[in-house]
């Protein structure tokens, strides 16, 4: 089943900004996805192609991405003739049709996007969903359903408030299905949403993009008893933990943190070594229902990373920004023991079988996985299914509401009823450390 026609176009991702969408017809019929585009890059990321035309959306469309897909990428790859099935060939070729290390020449959302769309191709050739497709290219043979991780509360660079760390998410790791965590979430959400227009000014029941409140609390500790109370007034302690994304790299000034970096008159002498920021963290762990602590330290801060892995025994130590989704970062994490659990997101390698790649690589090695969307992600859904074709044991698109965040989730629900009694929810498993 060879490609018929490839074509690409640019669309308005959830944050308002343009990213590509692509759509692929074969002899069963159009196939089309949308990427999520960048929020800020990291070093180890491949590189988004963007025009920097600043008469057109601030210099942030990607009519250049397009092109490149639609008058090179398509009548190349259609050329080759290959079978949607053949990911990694295709992926290979369109790698090759690059050139470059980090797809700078064609743009890596162009790259990933055509990617992507091969896939859902690919498992409707196989005549299979796109989960099971998904697995099979990752050597899965079990298939288990995610935690999710919600964000609840907003701080860091995202938020004017006084938490300078950036998500406060609660995980339903006491859960006995998906669709049972799904309604502790909400539940928790909603209540806390009630809790704020009872306390606060109406203002602070709106979200910020990831759907987390931003909540006008002055220390961190503040925001870990009011997201503690919450679980316990839903009667939930036990059952829900807490999940922090502290985005330290955002905090790391002159070899060390600052918590007040919000604050212009912070001082440097008060700023946090990676040893003493390490130390908040253990006390949170021991003080709170905190299982999870996300980019706890910047992402070249290695040593720190290594000596908190080491301490942190059972909870998890998770690393989104440290790895980028990049092989050869992933395997520095293994060899450095920097890590016990590290992040995968779709668009930072710039093709799946890429994304494929590192999550072997991490699984090989007896790390945890979690699957993560974008700030400028799309309504599109294959993210639940990858996720769960992965059998990654844990997700997160943000807070349970917003269209492109909630389709996931409800995408989820749908794979699990789909599924009936073969389903199996990971639970306190997440992490794949009970195995």
């Known amino acids: 089943m060879p490609i018929k026609l490839l074509l690409a176009r640019q669309i308005i991702n959830a944050t308002g900004r343009p990213t590509i969408e692509v759509d692929m017809v074969t002899e069963l019929g159009l196939f089309r996805i949308g990427v999520p585009t960048l929020d800020d890059k990291k070093p180890g990321e491949a590189i988004q192609l963007l025009d920097n035309n600043p008469a057109e959306y601030h210099g942030l469309g990607v009519s250049n991405a397009v092109k490149n897909v639609n008058t090179i ?3 190349e790859l259609i050329k080759q003739n290959l079978e949607v099935t053949m990911q990694k060939e295709i992926d290979q070729f369109m790698i090759a049709l690059d050139g470059t290390e980090n797809k700078s020449r064609l743009g890596a959302n162009a790259i990933m996007c055509v990617s992507l769309v091969v896939a859902k191709a690919g498992a409707a050739k196989k005549g299979v969903p796109l989960y099971r497709h998904v697995s099979d290219m990752a050597g899965v043979t079990t298939i288990i359903l995610p935690v999710p991780h919600f964000t609840i509360l907003s701080g860091g660079k995202l938020a004017s408030n006084g938490l300078p760390f950036q998500e406060y998410c609660i995980m339903p790791t006491g859960a006995a299905t998906f669709a049972e965590a799904m309604r502790m979430g909400t ?21 910020s993009d990831n759907g987390g409140f931003p909540i006008p609390l002055a220390t961190h500790r503040e925001a870990l008893l009011f997201l503690t109370d919450a679980i316990k007034q839903c009667q939930y302690l036990g059952k829900v933990e807490i999940a922090i994304n502290a985005a330290a790299t955002d905090m790391f000034k002159d070899g060390a943190y600052d918590i ?4 212009p008159n912070s001082n440097p002498q008060e700023y946090l070594s990676s040893d003493k920021l390490a130390e908040v963290y253990l006390d949170n762990i021991k003080e709170f229902p905190v299982c999870s602590i996300e980019d706890a330290f910047a992402f070249d801060d290695w040593s720190a990373w290594t000596t908190l892995t080491a ?3 059972d909870k998890q130590l998770l690393g989104n920004d440290l790895t980028q989704t990049n092989v050869v970062r992933v395997g520095m994490a293994v060899e450095k023991k920097a890590a016990n659990a590290l992040t995968l997101r779709l668009n930072q390698s710039g093709t799946l079988s890429e994304v494929v790649e590192a999550f072997k690589l991490m699984k090989s090695n007896g790390i945890g996985v979690m699957v993560e969307d974008r700030w400028g992600d799309t309504d599109d859904l294959f993210l639940a299914d990858f996720v769960i074709g992965l059998s990654a044991g844990q997700m997160k698109c943000g807070a349970p509401v917003r269209g492109e965040r909630v389709g996931k989730y409800n995408q989820v629900l749908r794979i699990e009823e789909e599924l009936g009694a073969l389903s199996k929810y990971s639970g306190r498993n997440y992490r794949g450390q009970l195995l």
Do not use: G
């Open 73 to 75: 990428i398509a009548p």
């Open 187 to 207: 539940e928790i959400y909603h209540f806390v949403k009630k809790n704020i227009e009872s306390k606060y000014d109406k203002e602070y029941t709106y979200v």
């Open 260 to 263: 007040e970096f919000k604050n």
């Open 311 to 313: 301490r942190i025994l």
